[in-house]
């Protein structure tokens, strides 16, 4: 299960969000990772958790609100894992008001 958090202040970076990861033992629930936005990305308001999909171990998150400067505002990024354990591969908008992120799906 994966569970987005969008609103979570990290770093003093407010609105940066995260992604909670859970997994069912035994009939219990337990947490079991926590995806941050990568360190590479401007945090600030960037929603990261606000949509997610996840399937076969493959995971996608969007952070619609994600820009590199203020030029671009609500760019928007998806971020794309093969893993949940593996880096992820950032796939951006291509200009402001984009909010590529904004929903996807596997």
């Keep these: 299960l994966v569970i987005g958090a969008p609103q979570t202040l990290l770093a003093q970076a407010e609105g940066s969000g995260k992604v909670h990861v859970f997994r069912l033992t035994s009939g219990s629930w337990s947490q079991t990772q926590v995806l941050n936005p990568p360190t590479a990305t ?55 008001e984009q909010l590529v992120g904004q929903a996807v799906h596997l």
Excluded at 64 to 89: C, E, I, K, M, Q
Aim: proline share 4%; net charge positive; aromatic share 10%.
């Design 42 to 96: 401007n945090r600030v308001g960037m929603r990261f958790g606000l949509s997610i999909a996840y399937r076969g171990g493959t995971l996608v998150v969007g952070a619609p609100h994600f820009a590199t400067g203020n030029d671009d505002v609500n760019r928007g990024v998806a971020f794309y894992y093969s893993s949940l354990t593996a880096a992820p591969v950032d796939l951006r908008g291509s200009g402001a």
